[in-house]
């Protein structure tokens, strides 16, 4: 079965450059969430689409933004890098709102120097 | 705000032993209470999720139970397996967006 994509799957920033992570959820899922992981944290929730729409937003920095396309996958844009942006991102999807049973990519390992 | 609390941050079981996990949370009860496994570098997976009204819901060799009552919930593994072990974190819905706890490292010694 078809999950998660996310690309790139590394990638290395000096500060105060830009990234842009992408997510492809799985085929018909029409909600997207980001998440942000630091070393040894429980993922904390950034921001979620729903129908192209933004649904919800958790603790995302005003230097980041998101958008979600119209074929459904996404994409973290990610400016004035910080050392402190340096993380595992993770992009889930699933079918309608309400958080229930999400479906997690592999990860974008972001690191910045 | 929500919080959640995870037993431990760390959890060693003999293999074949049931493995007891516990998830707190204060304030509202949440619709639905969820667990994921999560791997060293890995997204989080989907195991279970229980819904308020529910007691109790298992699927193969897990368990979850969700007392609302307690603001509690427990995640047991039985028969544990040294492949059991990794990471297991509880979350709480709050609207469209979930909230994770700290997670658990759950070690199955062989």
């Known amino acids: 079965a078809a999950g998660v994509i996310q690309s790139p799957r590394h990638l290395i920033k000096e500060k105060r450059e830009t990234a842009t992570l992408k997510c492809y959820p799985i085929?018909?899922?029409?909600?997207v969430y980001w998440y942000q992981q630091g070393p040894g944290q429980d993922p904390q929730f950034l921001i979620s689409f729903y129908e192209k729409m933004q649904s919800d937003k958790g603790s995302i920095p005003d230097r980041f933004s998101a958008q979600q396309f119209s074929d459904y996958h996404s994409e973290l844009n990610m400016s004035s890098l910080e050392l402190g942006d340096s993380a595992l991102y993770f992009c889930?999807?699933?079918?309608?709102?309400?958080?229930?049973?999400?479906?997690f990519g592999p990860g974008t390992r972001l690191t910045v120097t | 705000s929500q919080k959640i609390e995870q037993n431990s941050e760390a959890l060693n079981i003999q293999e074949g032993k049931t493995a007891t996990l516990t998830c707190n949370y204060t304030n509202y009860s949440p619709a639905y209470l969820q667990w994921y496994r999560q791997d060293p570098g890995r997204g989080p997976v989907f195991l279970l999720l229980i819904r308020e009204n529910e007691k109790e819901k298992r699927k193969e060799r897990l368990k979850v139970t969700f007392d609302t009552t307690l603001k509690q919930s427990l995640f047991h593994i039985t028969a544990s397996q040294p492949a059991d072990s990794a990471t297991y974190l509880c979350a709480l819905n709050r609207d469209d967006k979930i909230i994770f706890g700290k997670g658990t490292r759950l070690h199955i010694l062989p």
């Open positions: 889930a999807s699933n079918l309608g709102t309400g958080g229930e049973k999400q479906y």
């Open positions: 085929p018909r899922h029409d909600t």
